[in-house]
């Protein structure tokens, strides 16, 4: 809507409360402090999901700000709509000042331990009063609440805002695009007309039937129908992959194939409706051309609503993409284009290219990891999605895991993290950490105590690795021998554990060592695979290790939080320790997310090494007895 459609070509007829009408539909012209009561009740409902610990409902000032802005939001409604959500209203405010009340100790209960009936109660009331807000009658009632503003011709404040701006946000809940329902409304108010009039033109319509006709529109519910996403993504590699709802395809055989006279292949017809006029997903014909699009996904998202189709979709491919990247690395590839089809039918659509972020230029390397990255993980995570969706509290954690992962991914490869950087892993590893937990229905140091006995053996693990590492760096003159361990090493399918490597040609890589000052340590770290005695003494100091790491872990994350002071030197010696504990509760809960097993039960298993390694068996023993098992098992069943 713009301002001039609705402020010249009013007649003398027109009063002027309809001018202020229509003009209060303009949200350009800033928006109000007040928020929607949709808008905050919304953000209790996420504190009592999500929000944990002292650092939210057990303190005071901020169950006093949720409270000041539930007040304020409440007190902005309009008549009409008050009186119809009344009952949901006044039980969501009672069951809130319960819980404002409630001792200490049941506020700092953290988020999927919350089990008193308080916690229950108040969710329970925020999602009935959610749900009485989308429905038609309320919306209604939120539009004869902005007509009556406008009518209301002694009020000289802004009254109107935030009325309007709970009718947005409600119009916007309920599936439908609000900008196009607010313009709709301008138009069927000002002019007179149907929203889908063509040729555009202004109807002689009698006032009570503009404003009964915007009322009808505004509480018509959005369609629902088969939605299909077709999104185009940059990236010089691609992954095959089919699963669930979720299709990766190769636009450059894909989009030529898409013809009538093209290869068969599933999903063409769909593909060619949104092709064949030649905008969307181009290809390139020659060899000195590049194409719009590298590869292609198709989410199919069932029978819903239209509004914010492509959010959704991406959020589902976006889900797939940060689990393998973060499995495996490789580069993020971008979103250039996209098609919404509606009923099988070109819905919306958007052609114009995207530029690529940050990173090395033409990174096929990079590319190349994503694609098997995507092809190891995708299949899994695709067909885990189609069973149900990803778990809030798992959703929350692989958000911010992302967010702390990307400033050293490789697309940031040509910017060098910053100070700020670095120091945000270590709150945002803790608030993976406590997504984690809660999905469990763990107590955060509960968990952080289960991933503290983990870090003993798998730093022992990483340095065993970092070790082979320092060996092969290259150079001198054993290049053969350099290049047969590398490949060894380094092999997709090797020939036998990378544990039984070490131990068989730890003789072989020391020779190899060319770091002077390392050499005894990368000894006792090739011993130590063999010799229990050197693996247990090992662990004994990474578990005193582990101890103050946790506890510098803790100072710096309260400091950084608060804004105590923490050095930048002790924020860099914690970093790798952080990131083990965040990055082994999101890979554990995804773990059993996917094979659909208690996350508390995963969380708290042990490996089978581990297990042997703690009874006493060295790493290289017990590998090559299970080698043999397995051979034995093999002779038996053939």
């Known amino acids: 809507m713009i301002d001039y459609n609705v402020s010249d070509h009013w007649s003398a007829d027109d009063p002027d409360w309809l001018k202020s009408l229509v003009s209060s539909l303009d949200r350009h012209h800033g928006v109000s402090t007040v928020l929607p009561l949709t808008v905050i009740v919304e953000e209790v409902l996420e504190w009592l999901e999500l929000a944990s610990g002292v650092d939210a409902w057990k303190k005071t000032a901020n169950r006093k700000a949720l409270r000041l802005d539930l007040d304020e939001s409440t007190s902005a409604l309009g008549t009409s709509l008050r009186a119809h959500i009344a ?34 109660d108040v969710t329970t009331a925020a999602k009935d009063l959610l749900e009485a807000l989308g429905a038609d009658e309320a919306v209604r009632a939120s539009w004869d609440d902005l007509v009556a503003t406008a009518q209301d011709r002694t009020l000289e404040g802004r ?9 947005f946000d409600q119009v916007r809940r309920r599936g439908l695009s609000a900008e196009k329902v607010f313009r709709d409304i301008v138009s069927v108010l000002a002019f007179g007309r149907d929203p889908g009039d063509v040729p555009i033109g202004q109807r002689d319509v009698p006032l009570e039937e503009r404003i009964a006709s915007a009322r009808t529109h505004v509480g018509t519910a959005a369609k629902v129908e088969p939605i299909v996403v ?25 989009v030529p194939n898409a013809k009538p006279e ?13 092709v064949q006029s030649g905008h969307l997903f181009k290809v390139a014909n ?15 998202l069932g029978t819903t609503t239209a509004a914010g189709a492509l959010d959704r979709a991406v959020r589902i491919v976006n889900t797939i993409l940060n689990v393998s990247i973060h499995s495996s690395g490789g580069i993020r590839p971008h979103l250039a284009q996209h ?41 899994r995570i695709a067909s885990a999605l189609t069973r149900e969706e990803l778990p809030r509290f798992l959703a929350a954690a692989l958000e911010v895991q992302t967010t702390a992962d990307y400033p050293f991914s490789r697309d940031m490869a040509l910017c060098k993290p910053s100070e700020a950087d670095i120091n945000s892993v270590i709150p945002l590893a803790d608030r993976v950490v406590q997504h984690v937990a809660a999905h469990a229905a763990l107590g955060p140091n509960a968990l952080f105590d289960l991933l503290g006995e983990r870090w003993p053996h798998a730093r022992w693990l990483a340095d065993v690795r970092r070790a082979v590492h320092m060996c092969l760096l290259g150079g001198g003159h054993q ?40 050499r005894a340590w990368i000894r006792r770290m090739f011993a130590s695979v063999s010799d229990y005695a050197e693996y247990r003494a090992l662990i004994e100091y990474y578990t005193a290790e582990g101890v103050v790491l946790e506890a510098r872990r803790r100072r710096l994350r309260n400091a950084l939080v608060h804004g105590n002071p923490a050095s930048f030197a002790v924020v860099e010696s914690v970093r790798e320790y952080a990131e083990f504990l965040s990055s082994s509760a999101l890979n554990l809960g995804l ?48």
């Open 87 to 120: 009952a949901p209203l006044a039980q969501f405010q009672a069951t809130f000042s319960r819980l404002d009340g409630s001792p200490a100790a049941l506020l700092a209960q953290p988020p999927g331990t919350r089990v008193d009936a308080i916690w229950t």
């Open 159 to 167: 009254e109107y805002r935030p009325i309007a701006e709970l009718l």
């Open 230 to 254: 077709w999104l185009g993504y940059q990236g010089r590699a691609f992954p095959h992959l089919s699963a669930g709802c979720v299709s990766f395809m190769n636009a450059d055989w894909a």
């Open 262 to 274: 093209g290869r068969n292949f599933e999903h063409k017809a769909e593909l060619w409706e949104l």
């Open 286 to 300: 020659l060899g000195d051309e590049e194409s719009d699009v590298d590869f292609l996904v198709r989410v199919d």
């Open 339 to 379: 098609g919404v089809l509606r009923s099988g039918q070109t819905g919306s659509f958007n052609f114009m290219v995207s530029r690529r972020e940050t990173g090395f230029p033409d990174d096929h390397y990079g590319a190349g990891i994503t694609a098997e990255a995507i092809e190891k993980h995708g299949q």
């Open 479 to 518: 290049s053969e021998m350099l290049r047969e361990l590398t490949h060894d090493w380094f092999a997709n399918d090797p020939s036998r554990p990378w544990i039984l490597f070490v131990a068989d040609r730890s003789g072989d890589l020391l020779s190899l060592c060319r770091i002077e000052s390392e």
């Open 591 to 638: 773990e059993s997310y996917v094979e659909g097993t208690l996350p508390a039960t995963v969380l708290a298993k042990r490996t089978d090494e581990f297990t042997a390694m703690k009874a006493g068996k060295d790493a290289a023993s017990y590998w090559r007895d299970r080698l043999t098992a397995k051979a034995a098992m093999s002779t038996d069943s053939s």
